[in-house]
């Protein structure tokens, strides 16, 4: 489906949010040019999922950039382009994945020493399902007084994944 069609279906369904995800998105040739027509529609909000291993100033700065740091229990705790902190405004959001307390730690830090509080609409903290307790990860949260947001994935909760 070409960025045209796709902008149509959007217009045609009176979308007022879409969100760009699945994967990396940045890896796909067009996604900034996409995210750029689909603000032109009055009212609506865009926003793209990313996994930070890809450079975030491509994409419009009205685009809600939801990015995703990944913490040293993942595996994949090099893959986050630090450079991208720099393009970080006001609408975003950091995300943060924690396996264990480690990765809190690391998360905590990582929050602090870029003041990422202060620089971003939202800090979240997210536990991995099956590895760390939504409850423990609160209580750490409430422990350290860091002002960010827990989240969960309801989905897995809910048992639908």
Known sequence: MSILQLVQKADASGAGVVEITGGEPLVQDGVPALARELLKAKGRRVLLETNGSRDISVVPERVVRIVDVKCPGSGAGESFLESNIRHLGPNDEVKFVLGDRKDFDWARRFT???????????????????????G????????CGLNVRLQVQIHRLAGLR
């Open 136 to 143: 423990k990860l609160a209580d750490w949260i409430l422990d």
């Open 112 to 134: 602090e020493g870029h003041s990422l509080v202060s620089k971003v609409n939202a800090v979240l903290f997210s536990p991995v399902n099956g590895k760390l307790k939504p």
